[in-house]
């Protein structure tokens, strides 16, 4: 099993934006679906982003829409999370994982390999 490697967390102020990154060994993210997750305090790690194998499909969950963008690399080596708009509620370690499947999928199941995982803490 391939274990990602995130990076790219940090404190920021309500409104503000940060670009998580996951990195791969070879070039695994040409085949698989990478997604990431998400999981605060207390509460259970939640899949927020999506993207396919070839990179041409993405998805996101609701509370996200609008302000989070993943993305691959040209070279598909690569995964990233733009974040803006940044809101308290967003604060949470941070994980990237990848789906077999290639299909960018929602569904937490999906997915393996997580990485140790970055933190994002927002300040109101």
């Known amino acids: 099993q391939a274990r990602l490697d995130e990076s790219g967390g940090g404190s920021v102020q309500a409104g503000g934006s940060l670009r998580l990154s996951c990195a791969a060994s070879?070039?695994?993210?040409?085949?698989?679906?990478a997604g990431w997750f998400r999981q605060s305090l207390g509460k259970e790690r939640e899949i927020v982003a999506s993207i396919s194998g070839n990179g041409e499909v993405t998805s996101y969950t609701d509370s996200v829409k609008g302000r989070f963008t993943i993305s691959k690399d040209n070279d598909l080596t690569m995964v990233y999370l733009q974040m803006n708009n940044l809101k308290p509620e967003d604060t949470a370690i941070y994980y990237c994982?990848?789906?077999?499947?290639?299909?960018?999928?929602?569904?937490?199941?999906?997915?393996?390999?997580w990485g140790q995982g970055t933190l994002v803490t927002v300040s109101s």
């Open positions: 994982a990848y789906s077999r499947a290639g299909v960018a999928t929602l569904s937490g199941s999906a997915y393996e390999g």
């Open positions: 070879g070039r695994m993210f040409s085949l698989y679906a």
